[in-house]
């Protein structure tokens, strides 16, 4: 059974739907930043060298993960971060589950960014990939596509793919003709070029990237039928990769570089099976990214059998026991719908435990993902249904 992201359907299909749908995406990633401010975790970490300096930095690359990655990752700190809070007074937060949604869907976010471009990379990218061969930026280079000059106005990565995509069957007739190799983009190419055609014809002008919202860029996805050769399921069975086995450890650029390096095949599949290559318009093609990006925050489904075990081995149970524990009977609770019910309700409890732990003089469980799966689908089938 498919385990979390069943994607956001219940709006439209309404009450007494079957979808096993555990975890919402998040339709404007962006919205966890207030959480992180409003919570005041901005006091001690801060974001790209933005905010505290207490704590380390959360936009480093290591914070990248599925939700219940990230939540252990949390989690197995939260004793440090709790002396730092007596220490500096501060009032320890708790958390709503769409706050602890939108809190966590936003630190998977920032590697989505990805770093800032390199001008002078993107320079020599122009040449090396022969781009400049057929178009024109800052008055030199060849007239048979349009001048990048006219571009400015898109120029941020995600208009830069876009672009690139829509015009890609034509781009490419005409690479055949001068018997060019395709240029494959990787890793920040695609960054580090819009970076230079923002620099030679709009100066420094930071554009923003538009967010992407996820939950339309699954409409997408379907209405630019790329589901007809592409799965998500990880069932392998069908004519494309499938979307969800992709290294989705990458930037927002990176899988759009990864889309355009299959497109020449792609396009081949589609005129095979005489479908239209699709053009995107507007914010079409970030929120499709966005949503395939967060396609990595799913969670594999845990074993409850192992979730028992770390459960009684991790000493959950030593407070936890039905009758005798000084904690909740976790039986007697209503039905852990969502894992973000579980950590939702594990950070705010984690300050009490903490305290009783010490007085215990017992140590902190350290949970690793894998665990924290596991201990997911057992708890959720240790809860009552209603
Ligand atoms: C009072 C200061 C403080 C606040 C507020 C705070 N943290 Fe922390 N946080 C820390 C400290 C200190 C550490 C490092 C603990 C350690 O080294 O084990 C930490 C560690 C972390 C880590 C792991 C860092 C790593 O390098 O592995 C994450 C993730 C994290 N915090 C998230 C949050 C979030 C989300 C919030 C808001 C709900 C928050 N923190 C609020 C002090 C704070
Ligand atoms: C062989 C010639 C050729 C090469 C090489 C080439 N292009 Fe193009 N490009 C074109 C043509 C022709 C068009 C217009 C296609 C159309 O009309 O649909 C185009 C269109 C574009 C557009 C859309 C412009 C707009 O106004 O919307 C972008 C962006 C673009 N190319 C980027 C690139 C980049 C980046 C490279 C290098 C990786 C590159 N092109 C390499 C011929 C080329
Ligand atoms: C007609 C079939 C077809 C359609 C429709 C299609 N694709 Fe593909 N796609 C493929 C094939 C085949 C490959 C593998 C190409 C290769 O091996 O170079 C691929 C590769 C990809 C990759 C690279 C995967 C990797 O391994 O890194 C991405 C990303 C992708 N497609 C996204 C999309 C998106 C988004 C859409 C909808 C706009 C779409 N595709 C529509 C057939 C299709
Ligand atoms: C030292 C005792 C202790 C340990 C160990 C402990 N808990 Fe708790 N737990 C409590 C107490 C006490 C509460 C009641 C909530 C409160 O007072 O904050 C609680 C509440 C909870 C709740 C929320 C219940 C509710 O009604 O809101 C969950 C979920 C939970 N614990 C899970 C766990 C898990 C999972 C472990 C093992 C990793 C664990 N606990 C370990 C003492 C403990």
Known sequence: MKFLVQLILVVS???????????????NPLKGRIVFEEKGCIKCHSISGFGGNIAPDLSREHYYG??????????????????????????????????MLNLIGFIYYLRYLGEPGSVSNGRKLLSDKGCIVCHDVAGSGGKKGPDFDQLQQFASPLYMVQAMWNHGPAMQEEMRELGMKYPSLNGHDIVDITSYIQQATIGNIEIRMAPGNPVNGEKVFKKKQCHNCHSIDK?????????????????????AGSMWNH???????????????????GNEMSDLIAYLYFLGFEDEPGDPINGEKFFVDKGCIGCHEAEVGIGPELSKMKRFNSPIRMIQL?????????????????????????????????????????
């Open 66 to 99: 599925s939700f219940l990655e990230l939540a252990s990752i949390i989690w197995n700190h939260i004793p440090k971060m709790n002396r730092k809070y007596r220490e500096l007074k501060l009032k320890r937060p708790s958390f709503s589950q769409s706050e």
């Open 346 to 386: 594990m950070w705010n409890h984690a300050d009490r435990m903490d305290d009783l732990l010490e007085i215990k003089n017992e140590e902190w469980p350290i949970v690793s993902t894998k665990e924290m799966q596991d201990l997911y689908a057992f708890l959720r089938n240790v809860t009552k249904q209603k």
């Open 235 to 255: 069932k392998g069975d069908a004519i494309g990769t499938d979307l969800n086995t992709i290294d989705l450890q990458k930037s927002v650029t990176e899988i």
């Open 13 to 27: 299909i309404g009450a007494g739907c079957m979808l096993a749908q555990e975890i919402k995406l998040p339709s």
């Open 263 to 281: 497109s020449p095949v792609m396009i081949d599949y589609m005129k095979s099976e005489s479908i239209t290559w699709p053009e995107f318009k």
